[in-house]
């Protein structure tokens, strides 16, 4: 199969095996791209690789740790091995760490393990790809932050620190890389109903849900178009920004 937008182009979603991640990999190969799916979670990936196979995609399932340097380099060559230079990178590999915890009671190693998949794995990831799209003249990068480090969610202190440094790498990538054909953006999404979602406590997701001016979850189906939108060719003159997608700007 290969109509539709990303007529094969070689995509890269990195958290393929659940939620976002899995739902933008869908999409994406729906769409015509041959898509590489990447998670810690390789029987996930591969999971989704054999029933997007069974739907007519090109599709590879590659285990990926994004805290590990050597697996995130490893992961990449061989996605590049299976499909080409890779065109688009959609990285939604995330991890919230504790929850309702003021910041004097987080453990230091578990702010460290947050630190280590939500941000230093996204600048791993970007320093790999950027230099072979420039090369190659054409590249769409999009992280999945979240409006929590926008506003910072009480309670979720690692995590509202590292989403707000994913929106800084990407301003500063978004410019580094302007002018070269590839193009760095971020995702801010509220609460989309998924597995991570599920794990938290119910009254928390309430809470984050009543501050939401639709008063409802976002889909998986909105963050998917969302995102394809955003790494499509049609996507071509912005870069460095972080789209919002809160059902009218939630404020935790
Ligand atoms: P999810 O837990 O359903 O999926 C995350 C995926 O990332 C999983 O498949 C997991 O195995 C993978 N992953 C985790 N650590 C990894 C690692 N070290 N290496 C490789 N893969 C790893 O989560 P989701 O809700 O789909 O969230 C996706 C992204 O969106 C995350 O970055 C999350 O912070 C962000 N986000 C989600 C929401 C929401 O409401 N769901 C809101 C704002 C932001």
Same mark, same amino acid.
């Given at each position: 199969m290969s109509t539709g937008c990303f007529a094969d182009q070689p995509a &890269?979603? &990195?958290g393929a095996a659940a939620g976002i991640g899995k739902a933008t990999a869908t999409l994406l190969a729906h769409r015509g791209a041959r898509v590489a799916c990447l998670d810690r979670d390789v029987d996930g990936a591969r999971r989704l690789a054999a029933s997007l196979g069974d739907q007519g995609s090109k599709a590879v399932a590659v285990e990926m740790d994004v805290t590990d340097d050597a697996s &995130? +380099?490893? +992961?990449?060559a061989s996605a590049e091995r299976d499909l080409g230079p890779i065109s688009v990178l959609v990285n939604c590999a995330g991890i919230t760490g504790a929850t309702? %915890? *003021?910041?004097e009671d987080v453990d230091v190693d578990d702010f460290d393990l947050v630190y280590r998949v939500n941000l230093r794995? +996204?600048?791993? *990831?970007? %320093?790999a790809v950027l230099? %072979?799209?420039?090369?190659?003249?054409y590249g769409r990068v999009l992280h999945v932050a979240s409006i929590a480090g926008k506003e910072g969610n009480a309670g979720m202190v690692a995590y509202s620190a590292t989403k +707000?440094? *994913?929106?800084?790498?990407v301003k500063a990538q978004g410019k580094e890389y302007a002018g070269t054909g590839v193009t760095v953006n971020a995702l801010a999404p509220a609460v989309i109903r998924t597995a991570m979602v599920d794990a938290m406590p119910e009254a928390q997701v309430r809470?984050?849900?009543d501050r939401i001016p639709m008063k409802r979850t976002g889909t998986l189906a909105e963050a998917a178009e969302l995102i394809c939108w955003v790494v499509s060719p049609a996507c071509s003159f912005t870069t460095g920004f972080t789209f919002d997608m809160s059902g009218g700007r939630a404020v935790y």
């Amino acid at each position: 199969m290969s109509t539709g937008c990303f007529a094969d182009q070689p995509a &890269v979603v &990195v958290g393929a095996a659940a939620g976002i991640g899995k739902a933008t990999a869908t999409l994406l190969a729906h769409r015509g791209a041959r898509v590489a799916c990447l998670d810690r979670d390789v029987d996930g990936a591969r999971r989704l690789a054999a029933s997007l196979g069974d739907q007519g995609s090109k599709a590879v399932a590659v285990e990926m740790d994004v805290t590990d340097d050597a697996s &995130v +380099a490893e +992961a990449l060559a061989s996605a590049e091995r299976d499909l080409g230079p890779i065109s688009v990178l959609v990285n939604c590999a995330g991890i919230t760490g504790a929850t309702n %915890r *003021l910041s004097e009671d987080v453990d230091v190693d578990d702010f460290d393990l947050v630190y280590r998949v939500n941000l230093r794995g +996204a600048f791993l *990831l970007s %320093r790999a790809v950027l230099p %072979r799209m420039v090369a190659h003249g054409y590249g769409r990068v999009l992280h999945v932050a979240s409006i929590a480090g926008k506003e910072g969610n009480a309670g979720m202190v690692a995590y509202s620190a590292t989403k +707000a440094g *994913l929106i800084g790498m990407v301003k500063a990538q978004g410019k580094e890389y302007a002018g070269t054909g590839v193009t760095v953006n971020a995702l801010a999404p509220a609460v989309i109903r998924t597995a991570m979602v599920d794990a938290m406590p119910e009254a928390q997701v309430r809470y984050m849900t009543d501050r939401i001016p639709m008063k409802r979850t976002g889909t998986l189906a909105e963050a998917a178009e969302l995102i394809c939108w955003v790494v499509s060719p049609a996507c071509s003159f912005t870069t460095g920004f972080t789209f919002d997608m809160s059902g009218g700007r939630a404020v935790y």
